[in-house]
């Protein structure tokens, strides 16, 4: 109506240039730079901030000359060896066990009744905090840990737990497995939605007719058509692994510690001459990630063009019969793994006394639970406040860029693509040094505000993921029917596509809230320790207080997302109980 | 009723010392009056939850007494907010600083006074001061021999103990020197929290007063690093025998102080690290340790130590924080933390400084199941100057951390 309105009054060339600007407002033409402006100052002023002080500048402690001595004290600094080579084995382990389990899963069960079992068991752990199912695997690994206590003392004779390193190993192996149980779902869940967008039934059934086996035809047919979409998130878990703080805390060894931890813990060292090794050790960890993609991607580039003949070369049998068993194996253990864990929170948090060997609690309390509930619950609160607020600015400005392009009739290009997703690729602790000294210079660290800014960066990139694919495929006419009643485009938007957006817009919601509850870095540096959430404060228990009040909160913050989550998919059911084609999105 | 007449005891101490005791430039009731509404920041190692639920119960008084806000700051490592009241001096954030009371002693309490970043001397001028035992307690006044002049608050009374499993353990060692024996007769049963954990950095210390040839070198500041060298040479020889034996092979060591006592009730150690003579009835009641869970003490005495409130030089609510540190020094706050059921951290008060009243609080606390008597717990050792604390953290990092 308002358009239509403003096309009917007449137009004095005084009123153009605020007329172009009133149009430019229409298109949303500030949403993508505002979008980027809200993730690239916190990473580039954050590396900045980094970098100056790894090469000696850092005026706040008195050092103002360039140098590379903050570098050398680094490479002396005890155990900065192990810790590289803690982070370097846990990190390409994980991913490694991850992704190829996930694939060859995929590529031996897709027609087989597990594969939807799998499926369905695995999306709720992705919805788990890596902190709060770190705590759980830690319950189930250690010398007097359930998986210890099924064998004992019957197999193992153990009457006592035995002196082994089954967690916090000098190796990092526990982390490895726990980083793998972690992203094996995150991975598999975005294989799915690849193969989704890439006729992998038809490119199959083709395969398939030409006489390969299910399994082989997956790899040779699907696997080189989706891998460009599933590059991206496994570049992304890469980073991740290499680079964790929370889940290396919990499950990674002590002394040394992994390179992170050493990092982190020198970041607050009362010695402020230390800030400067820490900035070195967090750039020379942002340098082994990017080392680590480059090498994948030559990797990649080396398969392309050593299996080019393989893949056109024409054998048909040769590893169908064993290959599914083994990938079988792996997800269904790393996915019998997660639950486990989550259940033992479960158990030790109503558990009293609970000594080893027994498998069951010799005595049951609510007592850990009615104690913690206040400090729990504010919390809870404090995460809830955070998720919120940080989930529904990520898919405001996500629905805001898209309904731009649709607007502006543009498609963002690759490298903006890329930009957008940084925030996953730039390891935190590489930048969020920097980040804290620039909101400590304008007094906002340790504001509610800056938390949220902070979380905000982590959930743009799922927003978009979750987002832009429903967005861009709903279909144009709904626009252009509604366009031809009469409705300005933001009546359309708000009228019509929303609601046909309803539920791909609330999953990204609950996505982007799940990834503010499980930040623990951000958390810590822009909050100034004052903003307490259920991570920060699941991960400070962590190192050591009762098992049944860390078990109180890792299930509160396990709780909370899935809570979100089954929300998320309850509500459109409800609103559209009436309307069968809209619950499903509409968005085919 | 409890409550009230407690209420109005510590009405009555204020009334007595309200108007003789006021800081020199600001009387009480001003401080009173100018802490209402204020929100303190108090940062406070958060790893044990008895201390954390006992710093709630605080909270919650404060507000409901004097209209003061509490936030418990949860730290990980005292040297975080250290660290973080230093940056802010370095970046020229003179007021309205994030850190309002910092729970500290030692080399943390060393390095603010020596740079310069306490708020005070307020300590002396606090109502409840009056009632601290300076006399029979000197350490709450000289801080690992560093005076404390005022800048620092005492809180609590800390000793090295050891607690063990008697329904599994019989044997234990007596002296700094049966703990080699007694870890070779039981290999991989006791570890130490991994420096700069403070129990792990006081474990290494007591070993050090036992195996140095003159311990008194100790009470003055290190000199220089070959004198460090000689004095801690026996220290290091001891560890070279000691951690094969230990849990791990001395490869690996337990977080935290708290780690090493659920280590303990798992299974995998036998002997835990305290810090709080009445930690171990205190952890029997709260179902973290079996009931058979008892403590001993070394024959020539263990570490003692006092624990301290501070507010740094930037603090945003300097009247809430000094309402705050006179709160903890009341006898009602003093007697619920000595209580085993809450926390059982000792009192720094006079009983003689004490009304009958104020006294029968103390002497009503349950002693708990594994509580030894002032007499059992043997002597008391002086810390060390805390320049010997930070040399030995990092070298022990240097031979063990890699």
Redesign the interface.
């Known amino acids: 109506m308002a358009g239509a309105l403003r096309q009917l009054t007449p137009r004095s060339p005084q009123s153009a240039p605020l007329d172009a600007f009133r149009r430019s407002l229409q298109r949303l033409d500030w949403a993508p730079g505002i979008t980027l402006l809200l993730f690239l100052v916190p990473i580039s002023v954050g590396l900045l901030g980094t970098w100056l002080p790894a090469f000696g500048y850092l005026p ?3 050092r103002e000359a360039l140098s590379l001595e903050p570098w050398r004290q680094l490479f002396a600094y ?2 900065v ?2 810790a590289i080579r803690v982070s370097l084995l846990s990190g390409l382990l994980g991913t490694g066990v991850a992704a190829v389990s996930v694939v060859l899963f995929v590529a031996t069960c897709h027609h087989r009744p597990i594969f939807r079992v799998i499926k369905t068991l695995l999306s709720p752990l992705l919805a788990i905090p890596h902190a709060a199912l770190a705590i759980g695997l830690a319950f189930l690994l ?3 840990g359930l998986g210890m206590r099924l064998l004992s003392p019957w197999a193992t004779g153990f009457e ?2 035995p ?1 082994l ?1 089954l967690m ?3 190796w990092g192996l526990a982390l490895a497995l726990g980083l793998a149980i972690k992203e094996a779902p995150f991975l598999l869940l975005m294989t799915l939605g690849a193969l989704s967008q890439s006729q992998a039934e038809a490119r199959l059934n083709a395969a398939r007719s030409l006489g390969y086996g299910p399994f082989i035809a997956w790899l040779k047919v699907v696997l080189p058509a989706i891998y460009p979409k599933l590059r991206l998130p496994l570049y992304a878990v890469l980073a991740y692994s290499l680079s964790v703080v929370d889940m290396a805390i919990i499950l990674g ?4 510690p992994s390179l992170a931890v050493l990092v982190f813990r020198l970041f ?3 010695d ?1 001459s230390l800030r400067l090794v820490a900035a070195a050790g967090a750039t020379l960890q942002l340098g082994i990630v990017l080392g680590a993609l480059l090498t994948l991607y030559a990797l990649e580039r080396l398969i392309a063009l050593t299996a080019r003949s393989w893949l056109s070369g024409g054998q048909r049998s040769a590893v169908e019969r064993s290959a599914p068993a083994v990938a079988g194996a792996a997800v269904s253990l790393t996915t019998l793994l997660g639950y486990a864990s989550i259940l033992l929170l479960i158990l030790w948090s109503f558990a ?2 609970w ?2 060997p027994n498998l069951l609690p010799e ?1 049951w ?1 609510l ?1 850990s639970w009615s ?2 509930l ?2 729990a619950g504010a919390a809870a609160l404090t995460t809830l406040t955070i998720g919120a607020a940080s989930a529904t600015s990520a898919v405001a400005l996500a629905l805001a860029c898209l309904e731009h392009e649709a607007r502006a009739n543009v498609r963002m290009t690759t490298a903006a693509l890329w930009l957008l997703y940084l925030p996953l690729l730039v390891p935190q602790i590489a930048f969020l040094f920097g980040f804290q000294v620039f909101l ?2 304008f ?1 906002l ?2 504001m509610l505000l800056s938390v949220i800014w902070a979380h905000l960066l982590f959930c743009l990139p799922y927003a978009f993921l979750a987002l832009s694919e429903p967005f861009r495929r709903l279909d144009p006419r709904f626009a252009r029917i509604g366009a031809c009643l009469g409705a300005s485009p933001t009546r359309v938007f708000w009228r019509v596509k929303l609601p046909l957006l309803l539920r791909p817009m609330l999953i990204a919601l609950a996505v982007c809230f799940a990834v503010s509850v499980a930040q623990y870095l951000p958390t810590l540096f822009a909050g ?3 903003s ?1 959430t259920l991570t920060t ?1 699941a991960v ?2 962590s ?7 860390l078990a109180v909160f890792a299930v509160l913050q396990a709780a909370l997302p899935v809570v979100v989550f089954t929300a998320s998919l309850a509500i459109p059911a409800l609103l559209y109980r009436n309307r069968r084609a809209m619950r499903s999105g509409m968005s085919a | 009723m409890q409550r009230l007449s407690v209420v109005g005891l510590a009405m009555a101490t204020l009334v007595a010392f309200g108007s003789s005791a006021g800081s020199a430039d600001q009387p009480w009731d001003e401080t009173l009056a100018a802490a209402k509404g204020q929100t303190v ?1 108090w ?1 406070a190692w ?4 008895r201390i ?2 006992y710093i ?1 119960w605080v909270a919650e008084e404060l507000e409901d007494r004097y209209g003061v806000r509490v ?1 418990h ?5 005292t ?2 907010a ?3 009241v ?3 001096k ?2 020229g ?1 003179d007021s ?1 600083g ?1 850190v309002d009371l910092i729970w500290i002693n030692g080399e ?1 309490f060393a ?1 603010m006074k020596e740079n310069g970043l306490l708020y005070g001397p307020f300590a002396e001028a606090l109502p409840n001061f009056a009632l601290v035992d300076v006399d029979g307690k000197p350490t709450t006044k000289i801080d690992f021999t560093v005076p404390t002049d005022g800048l620092e608050s005492p809180w609590g009374m800390a000793k090295i103990n050891f607690i063990y499993d008697s329904a599994r353990t019989e044997r234990t060692p007596g002296s700094i020197a049966g703990f080699l024996d007694w870890a070779a007769a039981n ?2 049963r006791f570890s130490y929290p ?1 420096p700069p954990d403070f129990i792990g950095s006081t474990f290494l210390k007591q070993v050090l007063i036992e195996v140095a040839e003159d311990a008194d070198i100790l009470q003055s500041p290190v000199t220089d690093d070959a004198q460090f060298d000689a004095v801690t040479a026996p220290l290091w020889n001891y560890l070279d025998r000691l951690h094969p034996s230990l ?2 092979d001395g ?12 280590l303990l ?4 150690v036998d002997i835990a690290i305290s810090f709080h003579p009445s930690e171990a009835s205190s952890l029997i009641a ?3 340790l ?1 009931d058979s869970a008892r403590i001993f003490v070394l024959d020539n005495g263990t570490i003692g130590n006092t624990h301290f409130v501070a507010i740094p030089f930037n603090a945003s609510a300097k009247a809430g924080a000094q309402v705050l540190a006179n709160f903890l020094l009341s006898p009602e706050a003093q007697a619920r933390k000595q209580n085993p059921e809450h926390w059982g951290d000792d009192t720094v008060l006079a009983m003689g400084k004490l009304s009958a009243e104020q006294r029968s609080l103390f002497e009503a606390l349950p002693k708990g199941a594994a509580t030894l008597s002032p007499d059992e717990l043997g002597p008391t050792l002086l810390e060390p100057h805390p320049s010997w604390m930070t040399r030995i953290e990092t070298a022990w ?2 031979r ?3």
């Open positions: 706040a402690v008195g005890p155990g060896s192990s250690a010398p007097s006592r737990p002196d390193a916090q190993d000098p060894p002590t002394v040394p607050s060292d009362p402020l009293w006394r000594s080893f005595t309390s007592r104690n913690h206040p400090d400590s210079y007094a660290d340790g100034a320790g004052r307490m404060e400070a228990l190192a050591g207080a009762n098992r049944r009040t | 920041y940062n958060g790893g044990d939850e954390n639920a709630d936030v700051v949860k730290l990980s490592d040297a975080e250290v660290s973080r230093l940056a802010e370095a970046s954030r309205d994030s943390n390095t290999e991989g991994a849990w791990r490869e690996s060591f337990p977080a935290s102080g708290p780690a090493l006592r659920q009730d798992d299974g995998e709260s179902g973290q079996p990092l240097e063990y951390g890699n």
